[in-house]
């Protein structure tokens, strides 16, 4: 048997929720959410520049090796 030690099962997470309640407040979660999400969206939207940057340089670099071959 494999011995998984970052499974979380369902009374796990019932659990956690139960303690992020009592803890924070049901008027608060909505508010942690929204920075969560904000966050989220944040970090992709760097992610997707970052990318972006790679790709334009990826193609200058393409395109300069071409025009020093010929």
């Known amino acids: 048997m494999l011995f998984?030690?970052?499974?979380?099962?369902?009374?796990?997470?019932?659990?956690?929720?139960a303690v992020i309640v009592l803890l924070f407040g049901g008027k608060k979660i909505p508010e942690l959410m929204k920075g969560l999400g904000k966050g989220v969206k944040s970090f992709k939207q760097g992610m997707n520049e970052v990318e972006k940057e790679i790709k334009d340089a990826t193609s200058d670099t393409d395109s300069y090796d071409k025009e020093g071959k010929e």
């Open 4 to 17: 998984y030690p970052l499974a979380i099962g369902p009374w796990e997470i019932v659990a956690i929720v």
